[in-house]
DNA sequence: GACTATTCCATGCAGGCGCATTTAATCAAG
DNA sequence: CTTGATTAAATGCGCCTGCATGGAATAGTC
């Protein structure tokens, strides 16, 4: 616990030191960026990000706000909706990877070779097992199913 | 970060669950009822639990709200005080460690042999090393020192 | 086709955190 | 003793989170 805190504000740091914002919306943008057509929707985007849908939500919000991303209509089903990354997403994205790969490097690659990587890698996936996967979702999604 | 997430979220749940406040108040009773006569400087705790100090500084409201500490002048410094844990404060503690403990097998111990978990002590360790000390504390006292 | 259950997303509210600043006491010089 | 720097703790403000709920569209049932 005392590591992880450490090294994740660590890079956080270093991302806000650089002008940027908070690594979620990197994560957000990498996705989106990934997405076929650049979009996705929100359910999608909750799932790979593994945070509640009402974070999802407020999380979009805020790219639209910087005009990092646009919420586009869904006609397949109008309950939905598709939220599209902009050029001024992808350009963000790929401006803040030139930082964060060098933070990763600084507080984490430098300090271990490969195969301790790979050694970490493997302890830590044996925690992540059978860990009930309702409890890392949503509470809410994760207590209507 | 993802495993760290789970588990850690994990454990929370199961202390929420049983009607436990939440872990950080553990933490400080435990500090607390380890000092000797059960009372600490503020700045003990913070420095124990490596959170900031105006983090601390709330934190130990809470704690007074329920009856589970007290604040107590300080005579050799008068812009200090002493936060001493009451009897209420010692038995949650008791009480609580009987649900942390169990959640910490749970959701840890039960899969990592000891073995194991003393490699990724390690491991971690070297992560942590030489990460610049300022940047996990308070960016207040980091700034000016 | 009407009714209920379910899914998708948004939001009001309370509480916690980070940041900066404030207040008060101590320390260090001259 | 006075002045300025430093340290201990608290707090106002804005943002983020978690929880619960709300509204809107869809799916399932008889």
Redesign the pocket.
């Known amino acids: 616990m005392r590591i992880q805190s450490r090294v994740l504000?660590a890079v956080e740091?270093d991302l806000?030191k650089a002008g940027f914002?908070?690594l979620?919306w990197y994560d957000a943008l990498l996705e989106l960026s990934r997405a076929p057509g650049g979009e996705m929707?929100?359910?999608?985007?909750?799932k790979q990000m593994l945070?509640?849908?009402?974070?999802?939500?407020?999380?979009?919000?805020?790219l639209v706000e910087e005009g990092l991303a646009a919420?586009r209509e869904?006609k397949?089903?109008?309950?939905?909706?598709?939220?599209e990354i902009t050029e001024a997403g992808r350009d963000l994205q790929k401006r803040m990877w030139s930082a964060y790969s060098a933070a990763i490097e600084r507080h984490v690659g430098s300090k271990l070779s490969d195969a301790d990587a790979a050694k970490l890698c493997g302890l830590l996936d044996r925690l992540g097992c059978s860990c009930d996967q309702a409890a890392q979702m949503?509470?809410?999604?994760a207590?209507?199913?």
Do not use: H, W
């Open positions: 504000g740091q806000k914002p908070p979620a929707r929100p359910v999608e985007l909750e945070i509640p849908q009402y974070s999802t939500s407020r999380l979009i919000d805020r919420r869904c397949m089903d109008k309950r939905g909706l598709f939220v949503s509470p809410n999604t207590a209507t199913r």
